[in-house]
């Protein structure tokens, strides 16, 4: 028997909070998910800083990604003799949906950030490069990889397993969802996913959805706006990244500087200072690691990144006001200059972080970011974006929401000697709205 079609004697199964069970009979599923590559993302939690925002949100990418395969499986096991789905895409729709996160750093998108990483390039790098990984995908047929790696890029010609796991209505966000607010103990986040599955169909390009699933995906997208207001942008967890960035940042600087001998020096992060980070350096570089470093760093000489560690060892978070760029920009560098007198730098402590959101939209050509609309499958075989059916999408349908807010540390504040320096700060503090606190 070909590798490809190989079957475990007996079906595994790992027990899930969120989908009950997750079933397994691929020897190369099971194979992938014993590959180190996989069970490195055991240690990166899905959502990055979230826990100090929400103490229950320790889960990780590991425990998503078998989320999302399940999701994915339990499609094509609906799919099955429908018309328009090749069911010799079935082994690879299963792998592309078990590693489409598998180049996530620690701390995900803040790492990203500061370094100028991709993780959807890492996880490509994974997938074709010298790792367990590809070797297992060979053995199914030397091209597999490729197409796997095709797959998470978007660029696979069968457009509907492209659509299965990245699309406005996938199996990611829906595992996502639900396993954030399930960890994050919050009800914005559930939907009626099984019917959602019930009610999917493949044509030749995309899923759609019988237009008697329509009100329980209007559900599942109000559900994904409420968690990236509530959960996802929520203000102390971004006062948490802030520090996390700006720690990373601190580290770089120091590194780069001629008269400066770390304690402990940042091994792991040389690479990724000079952007000459391997492959192998990468996959080394995992969030254990990085809170050594910080919990070592607290006892640097510098004070900037001493300060910086300790705070985010020990949740001491900036405090933050609501922040306007279109009006306020005077006020910021007023407030550059006071932290400079003060002898705060301003570029550690005086931050501004936006973060903005577009819950749904409908297809625009030529944009930077094509968005595929949802469409849905009418009696008559006719299919209908789902906007303009539906009054509730109609209403958020390409309406990008922002937010900025102005992050700061206001026990500094309080300790700064010369009084009429402190109320100069507070005074502009105060002038912009309340200054709200992040405990």
């Known amino acids: 028997m070909a590798y490809k079609d190989e079957q475990l004697h007996e079906e595994k199964v790992f027990k899930d909070p969120v989908h009950r069970y997750i079933h397994v009979k691929d020897r190369v599923i099971w194979d992938l998910i014993a590959a180190p590559e996989f069970q490195r993302l055991r240690r990166i939690k899905q959502l990055g800083t979230t826990n100090l925002t929400f103490h229950g949100a320790e889960h990780s990418r590991f425990s998503h990604s078998l989320g999302v395969y399940e999701i994915v499986r339990r499609i094509i096991y609906n799919f099955k003799g429908r018309r328009h789905w090749n069911d010799d895409e079935r082994l690879l729709s299963l792998c592309a949906a078990l590693l489409h996160d598998l180049g996530h750093g620690p701390f995900s998108h803040s790492f990203e950030k500061v370094f100028k990483l991709d993780h959807e390039y890492y996880t490509q790098q994974i997938i074709i490069g010298d790792t367990k990984v590809n070797e297992i995908l060979r053995r199914v047929a030397p091209g597999f990889p490729q197409k796997v790696a095709d797959v998470i890029a978007k660029t696979y010609e069968d457009k509907l397993v492209v659509s299965l796991i990245s699309s406005q209505i996938d199996a990611d966000r829906m595992d996502y969802l639900q396993r954030d607010a399930y960890f994050t103990g919050v009800s914005y986040g559930h939907f009626d996913m099984e019917r959602i599955l019930r009610v999917m169909r493949p044509i030749e390009d995309q899923v759609v959805i019988k237009s008697t699933g329509m009100h329980a995906v209007e559900d599942y997208i109000m559900s994904r706006y409420q968690m990236y207001w509530q959960v996802y942008f929520h203000p102390v967890t971004r006062s948490a990244e802030v520090i996390l960035t700006k720690i990373l940042d601190r580290a770089k600087h120091l590194f780069e500087a ?32 990085v809170y050594y470093y910080f919990q070592q760093w607290q006892e640097e000489d510098d004070v900037i990144l001493s300060d910086l560690c300790e705070r985010f060892m020990n949740r001491r978070l900036f405090k933050y006001i609501e922040f306007d760029p279109n009006k306020q920009m005077g006020e910021v560098k007023a407030l550059q200059q006071l932290f400079r007198a003060a002898d705060i730098d301003p570029k550690y402590y005086l931050v501004i972080d936006s973060s903005s959101d577009l819950p749904y939209d409908f297809y625009r050509p030529g944009e930077e970011e094509e968005r595929l609309p949802i469409h849905l499958l009418m009696p008559n075989n006719e299919l209908r974006e789902l906007s303009r059916q539906s009054d509730i999408v109609e209403a958020i349908s390409g309406k990008k929401r922002t937010d900025h807010k102005l992050y700061f540390p206001m026990d500094k504040l309080e300790e700064i000697k010369d009084e009429d320096l402190k109320q100069q700060i507070k005074a502009i503090l105060y002038d912009q709205g309340e200054i709200q606190d992040v405990e």
Not at 261 to 287: G, N, Q, V
């Open 258 to 289: 001629d008269d400066f001998t770390f304690k402990l020096e940042p091994t792991h992060f040389a690479s990724f200072f000079t952007r000459s980070a391997t492959l192998d350096e990468y996959l080394k570089l995992d969030e254990a690691v």
